[in-house]
């Protein structure tokens, strides 16, 4: 793009009266582009003269020095131009009074010593922003060669049935696989269904049944059973599908990562690239690599995986107190309800009629915890399998023993019901022990509400044990990217797929996979109904973002992609390694194998390139440099005092906004910081803090999200990432003979910004302490 | 009243709510490509969620969430928001709804600046409705600092003041226009997701429980606001009759939930918030003793489980099975007895504590204002789905009570829905 610039400066909300706006525009003017100001540059007028400018004069890149770019979006847009937005109002005059730095009195004006820190901090920003747009461009849209709309659900269960009947209604196609002879999981294999409508308060009939019946009338969806996924290569768009019977061993079974441990050679030196791949294909034998697509393999856009659970299997002895394994007669929930469905409920051990049953909740031992992977579900399931019990005997009783009983939200009206009926005892307890007694069972039970301890004959015992998603045994997804066959990092998740559950449940760290259903978390029926159409949302949603060719959740509409220059490439695969959504593969040369559709352009792999030969055209390596290079450094030669200069690397997702509130609640912090914003902390790459000390700066900070278990990070792994980049630049520095402590990473959460202020003063205090940075004017 | 005519939008859908679940649905369809148009009746998006300090369980700030959605908003063409706005009128078929809009005065037009000028001037204080009343604010207001608009609103209360005119010659940009006057938007839309959320119970209704008698007896959404850096008291939990950091604090769980008189249901949401408040207090107060009087703790799941283990070991809360059947205020100390029976025991408690907190449930918006819709409701006002006609779907609280993350998954689910309507017309 033939560049004409313009720079606009803005005089209202206070700026014209705390800027020098004169002294201001002599910075654009010194670099040759032209400059214009306005009173009020979002006003008609203001906008009309940058219209004109850009119709008639041809300016189509902008530098606007006014307010954040958080707001006003839709007055500064502009199509088909550059526009930059300095925020001369939040980050500098509003989190910079006057009333605490004084313009320079007229005296002053014409004394040298005199620091106009205010004016000087609006100068550096203009600065950097006529620097960063002389070296971005303008995304186009990244189309693939070949596209394919055609969604794939994964689980043949209420779920994945759900998922395939809601995308079809939409007008997509669908193929379901499922390894069992038969659609219908788990659902087929019950007497009774729990309630999953208004008013809640009885069981039906199991509906799994209609739902295959349903599903039959959509001639868009093939059903294949009797198969599994071997793996699924390539891109959202453009992944090929091999499908094998369950068992069986293909070429095309996803192969595994090498295990760390086999990563190095017998002096424990890492292994070249190529050595690597020899051994990954040597570990994977018979398999094909990842990037040898199978010729016949199947052509699909988006997947759901709605793979489902499977029972929790207790292992040997673990609730031996509760008689499970030693005696016959102490079931699982899930064993229950395979003897319910096949009749009336008898003892597995010698046929008879189980008139009296008790149901634990809890595994208790001086714990109220619900026994593993439970969940509201497993306390509906033991009401449920209580009235079996009173269904099939007149006189038969049911005890349930629980600590809490779960049934959340509408679901008490069928705790409600179930109290009604006379013969199903409810009560918070305990479950000390679980005997024989003749030929029947002894619970006993202490702290409930029956009594203090009490003794209860049983004919058959039940233990709520939980719902594991599959996914805990087996990626299932077997997925033909490097970094492995399913999501990574899941085990901080008990094995629950995915990773922003809160704000964003579908998300997954793989693009254009969606989780649905028992696989998230343990769901009824109803939830699991509600979760696959969200899911076959989220599928449609990827597949015509890719369509469009522009980026999926959080940088929705993004169009940037990562683009690589492959002749400075070292093979280091650091990319392959660190991407959060593992969009990157490698070749055999370890030569990194980009696959834009699965990329969510939080740019890590441009933080993590030591040859910094990764970049985006609106966010480079050198767009970010240059701004660092264009902040002014004072020196000893300007000043006898000079002022430090620091920069400060922000999160643009939380930390960035959270600085706009610091100033619009005009709290004030150092006016010896500059900040640029980053996509986020992932994509800091160290060359820009050596950069940044190399000239002079007394110190570098990043403000960002927190990591951990309870991560804020809207790439996951980001802010992570950067904290342990961070930690190693400490050796640069004392190479340097500068302090380590001049470099640092805080993590702040959206609504810090009454802490923010704080954490600046106390890094700028430390630095202060350390003095300045020794090449300053080098 | 003017009426105003825009171009009609068919192969559109309508949310009405701009809470969490309408911030799903609105964005989630669009980002499939459909048009959308986003109504909220107050004059900021995020609704009940924006007024919390942290999610449960991982206590994060709802506002993270909220900016990217607001991001996501701000970067989608396709999508209309509309402040301010509440439905008045629904007519015609699924696929083919003509709907009224009317839309109330905010006295700010676009020229807005956020600089703040107009409050500046503003002399009259009001009730903060966001603050559930524990503070006043200026007429002219910001409804919070990442509010989406952000741009200021002037109370109706103060309009034909001169206050009201003090605003308007503040203001540097012409941004604010007195003789905004509430008018009628009529447009075409092809579906519908009500995603009108809910309101906190009414405590003042649960007689025993002392709220709106005694000063230090407040609400879980109270809390909230306390606990909040932008709330009235920034952040610092104080309790309203002396401002007293308290050292003991009760929660009194199912404060109207859970009960024939009031609430019937699970309001689904109040034992994790209560647990997640636990964690408001510690963390400012590591000594306060902290009691949560409960029937059952409702914290289903992995995620929520593992919240609760880690609240059970704190050695200062006492989670006590059993529920409240009355609280006293001492006159001198303003400190509350809270009277409940232990369900495992049978003892008699008699808590004194400086500061109560009611876990008061949820109630769909729809049980007070029926909407002016074809719609269908349970008898607690829920909204009921009718998935067989179409057209119109209820999304998160307006449907059934539930969390965040239960909100979210639902409006997305109805985002297809409601897109399903469209492509099937």
């Not at chain 2, 200026?138 to 034909?160: H, N, Q, T, W």
């Amino acid at each position: 793009m033939d560049k004409k610039y313009g720079v606009y400066i803005c005089e209202g909300c206070g700026i014209g009266e705390a800027l020098d706006i004169e002294k201001l525009c002599d910075v654009p003017k010194e670099d040759s582009f032209p400059v214009k100001t306005c009173p009020i540059l979002c006003s008609q007028e203001g906008v009309e003269l940058l219209k004109k400018d850009i119709a008639d004069e041809g300016v189509n890149t902008l530098v606007l020095a006014a307010c954040s770019r958080r707001v006003l979006y839709d007055v500064f847009r502009f199509d088909g131009c550059i526009v930059d937005r300095v925020n001369l109002r939040e980050q500098v005059i509003w989190s910079h009074p006057r009333s605490t730095y004084p313009a320079p009195t007229e005296e002053q004006k014409d004394d040298e010593e005199f620091i106009d820190h205010v004016q000087m901090m609006a100068e550096d920003y203009l600065k950097m922003g006529m620097a960063r747009v002389q070296r971005v461009d303008l995304p186009e849209p990244y189309k693939l060669e070949t596209f394919n709309r055609k969604i794939l659900v994964i689980g043949g269960g209420i779920t994945g049935i759900s998922a395939a009947i809601e995308a079809a209604k939409t007008g997509y196609e669908v193929t379901i696989v499922e390894k069992e002879s038969a659609l219908g999981g788990q659902a087929k294999k019950w007497r009774k269904q729990l309630p999953g409508a208004y008013p809640y308060d009885s069981l039906i009939l199991p509906t799994v049944e209609d739902k295959i019946e349903e599903l039959q009338n959509y001639s868009t969806i093939t059903v294949m059973t009797e198969t599994v996924v071997a793996r699924i290569a390539g891109e959202p768009g453009d992944f090929t599908v091999t499908f094998k019977k369950p068992g069986e061993k293909t070429e095309f079974d996803v192969p595994y990562p090498l295990p760390d441990e086999m990563k190095v050679d017998e002096n424990g030196k890492e292994l070249d690239a190529e050595a690597l791949h020899a051994k990954f294909m040597e570990y994977n034998k018979g398999k094909q690599d990842i990037l040898t697509f199978d010729p016949n393999g199947e052509k699909f856009g988006a997947v759901i995986l709605a793979a489902g659970w499977r029972p929790y299997e207790p292992k040997e002895g673990e609730f031996a107190h509760l008689g499970f394994g030693e005696i016959a007669d102490v079931v699982t929930n899930y064993q229950v309800e395979g003897i319910a469905a096949g009749g009336k409920i008898t003892r597995p051990s010698d046929g008879k009629e189980a008139k009296s049953v008790v149901f634990i909740q809890s595994p208790g031992q001086a714990d109220d915890k619900d026994f593993a992977y439970s969940g509201a579900v497993t306390s509906l399931v033991a009401l449920k399998q209580a009235k079996y019990v009173r269904e099939d005997y007149s006189d038969g009783k049911a005890y349930v023993f629980y600590q809490h009983m779960r049934t959340v939200g509408l679901t008490e009206n069928f705790y409600k019901n179930i109290q009604q009926d006379q013969g199903i005892f409810l009560t918070k307890g305990a479950v000390t022990s679980v005997s024989k007694n003749g030929d029947g069972l002894i619970v006993e039970a202490e702290h409930t509400l029956l009594g203090e301890k009490i003794q209860v004959k049983a004919d058959l015992v039940v233990l709520a044990t939980g719902m594991v998603p599959v996914t805990k045994d087996d990626p299932v997804v077997n997925l033909a990217y490097r970094q492995g066959p399913g999501f990574r990092d899941n085990e901080i998740f008990d094995e629950y797929a995915d990773s922003n559950f809160i704000c964003f449940p579908y998300e997954t760290q793989r693009t254009g996979i969606y989780a649905a259903g028992s696989i998230r978390r343990s769901m009824t029926v109803e939830e699991s109904i509600e979760d696959a159409t969200g899911a076959a949302l989220k599928a449609i949603q990827c597949l015509e973002s890719v369509n469009r060719g522009v980026s999926v959740h959080p940088r929705s509409g993004d169009m940037t992609i990562p683009d690589f220059f492959f002749q400075r490439c070292t093979q280091c695969k650091r990319c392959t390694e660190e991407c959060p959504f593992g969009a990157i593969d490698d070749d055999e040369k370890g030569t990194p194998k980009p696959n834009p559709a699965r990329c969510r352009r939080c740019g890590t792999c441009m933080g993590c390139c030591p040859e910094r030969i990764i970049n985006f055209v609106d966010y480079s390596i050198d767009s970010v440099a240059s701004m660092i290079k264009a902040i002014g450094v004072p020196s000893e030669d300007d000043y006898d005092e000079p002022p430090l200069r620091i920069l400060g690397l922000v999160c643009e997702n939380d930390a960035y906004p959270a600085l706009d509130i610091v100033g619009l609640n005009r709290l004030t912090y150092s006016a010896q910081v500059r900040f640029v914003p980053v996509r986020c902390l992932g994509s800091v790459n160290v060359v820009w803090i050596k950069d940044a000390m190399a000239k002079g700066l007394d110190g570098v900070f990043l403000l960002g999200c927190k990591h951990g278990d309870d991560y804020q990070c809207h790439f996951v792994k980001g802010s992570e990432l950067a904290d342990i980049r961070v930690k190693k630049i400490g050796d640069a520095l004392a190479s340097l003979a500068l302090e380590e402590e001049r470099v640092a990473q805080f993590q702040v959460a959206i609504d810090e910004y009454d802490k923010i202020p704080q954490i600046i003063d106390d890094f700028v205090a430390s630095i202060e302490e350390m003095g300045p940075n020794p090449f300053k004017g080098f | 009243m003017t009426e105003e005519k825009t171009a009609s939008a068919s192969g559109s859908i309508l949310v009405v709510g701009g809470g969490i679940s309408g911030l799903t649905t609105t964005l989630e369809a669009a980002e499939v490509g459909y048009e959308v148009f986003l109504i909220e009746k107050n004059p900021y998006l995020g609704g009940r969620v924006a007024q919390l300090n942290q999610y449960f369980p991982k206590l994060c700030p709802p506002t993270c969430g909220l900016e990217i959605n607001f991001r996501r908003i701000k970067d989608n063409p396709r999508i209309h928001v509309m402040t301010l706005a509440e439905v008045e009128k629904v007519e015609g078929t699924p696929g083919n709804y003509n709907v009224a809009i009317k839309v109330s005065p905010r006295y700010v037009n676009e020229n807005c600046t956020c600089c703040g000028d107009c409050a500046e001037a503003c002399q009259t204080e009001i009730e903060s409705e966001f603050d559930f009343g524990m503070q006043k604010i200026k007429g002219a207001y910001l409804p919070f600092g990442m509010a989406f608009p952000a741009r200021f609103v002037i109370s109706s209360d103060i309009i034909g003041t001169e206050d009201a005119q003090r605003c308007k010659d503040a203001c540097k940009y012409d941004a604010v226009d007195l003789d905004m006057a509430p008018k009628t938007l009529n447009f075409n839309v092809g579906s519908i997701v009500w995603a009108t959320g809910w309101e906190p119970y009414d405590a003042s209704k649960i007689d025993s429980l002392g709220f709106g008698q005694h000063p230090n007896i407040i609400t879980n959404m109270m809390m909230e606001r306390l606990a909040a850096p932008n709330g009235p008291t920034k952040g610092k939990i104080i309790r309203p009759s002396d401002d007293k950091e308290p050292e003991s604090i009760a929660f009194v769980q199912c404060a109207g939930s859970r009960d024939e008189n009031y609430l019937p249901y699970c309001s689904y949401i109040c034992c994790m918030a209560s647990l997640k408040q636990a964690t408001y207090v510690r963390e400012r107060y590591p000594e306060a003793k902290i009691y949560v009087f409960y029937i059952d703790l409702r914290t289903p799941g992995y995620r929520y489980e593992r919240f609760y283990e880690t609240i059970k070991e704190d050695e200062n809360i006492f989670l006590i099975k059993g529920k409240v059947a009355e609280v006293s205020e001492d006159p001198s100390t303003k400190n509350i007895t809270v009277v409940a029976e232990n369900a495992v025991t049978g003892e008699k408690i008699h808590q004194t504590v400086e500061m109560v907190v009611l876990a008061t449930g949820m109630q769909p918006t729809t049980t007070t204002a029926k909407l002016p819709a074809d719609l269908k409701y349970n008898e607690d006002g829920f909204i009921l789905n009718d998935f067989d006609t179409g057209g119109m779907f209820a999304a998160g609280c307006a449907n059934k009570p539930a969390d965040v993350v239960s909100s979210n998954q639902n409006a997305t689910g109805m985002a297809l829905k409601a897109i399903q309507t469209l492509v099937n017309r």
